[in-house]
């Protein structure tokens, strides 16, 4: 049971470039999440989505997109990356919602130069 | 915004030493959650919480949920030195969001 799948582990981008980072579940769950994090201040939220087909902005949305096409598969896109969004990036998942404990990927560190 | 405030920031002890760090906020919450970070990894709930007043253990790990809601406590008794990484608070806002603590460093010294 692989839980939840991020990749790449490690990616360095130069300012301007789009790029994808691909998160996939095999637990079945409807709720998955982004997060980023940055040294001293937790995690925060980017988008989430409760089902196929529907996504919701969190709590630092600009310069990010995302679609869920499938239950598995939650992608997270930089439109066009800045330094700024040098950082690590976590996908999650849990059953429902985030009421309920969710279940993390080990992360992408992204670099953007 | 909604804010959790997670203290101490980082703490220094010695193997066989008890540990305790909390987490408050101006808001309340209905579920409290406690996770812990190794490095290079994403965090693995270690405690969840729904009720007020609520003590859960896991392990050498004691949780509370605060009785006015607006903050919980983690215990961890007799650390080793596997103890070392950060642990977060989080607590869902309502609706599909959770809010995480910038957390609590630990670090024991074998």
């Known amino acids: 049971n692989a839980g939840v799948t991020q990749t790449p582990k490690f990616q360095v981008l130069k300012t301007g470039q789009s790029m994808t980072l691909q998160c996939a579940q095999d637990m079945n769950h409807e709720y998955m999440s982004w997060y980023r994090q940055?040294?001293?201040?937790?995690?925060?939220?980017?988008?989430?989505?409760?089902?196929?087909?529907?996504?919701?902005?969190?709590?630092?949305?600009?310069?990010?997109?995302?679609?869920?096409?499938?239950?598995?598969?939650?992608?997270?896109?930089?439109?066009?990356?800045?330094?700024?969004?040098?950082?690590?990036?976590f996908c999650a998942s849990s059953l429902r919602d985030s009421n309920q404990p969710q279940h993390f990927g080990d992360g992408t560190r992204l670099s953007i130069l | 915004g909604q804010q959790l405030n997670q203290s101490p920031q980082s703490m220094f002890i010695q193997e066989g030493e008890d540990v305790s760090m909390n987490c408050t906020s101006s808001s309340i919450f209905n579920t409290w959650l406690w996770y812990k970070q190794e490095p290079g990894e994403g965090p693995v709930l270690l405690i969840a919480l729904y009720k007020a007043g609520e003590l859960t253990s896991n392990g050498r790990l004691t949780a509370q949920f605060g009785i006015t809601r607006k903050d919980s406590f983690l215990n961890i008794s007799a650390s080793i030195p596997s103890d070392v990484g950060i642990y977060f608070c989080a607590g869902p806002t309502g609706g599909f969001k959770t809010i995480f603590g910038a957390g609590t460093r630990l670090f024991v010294k074998a």
């Open chain 1, 38 to 89: 940055d040294p001293g201040m937790g995690l925060r939220l980017i988008h989430y989505s409760v089902g196929a087909g529907i996504t919701d902005q969190g709590e630092v949305p600009n310069g990010y997109n995302v679609s869920r096409s499938t239950t598995e598969d939650f992608p997270l896109r930089l439109l066009s990356a800045a330094p700024s969004q040098t950082s690590v990036y």
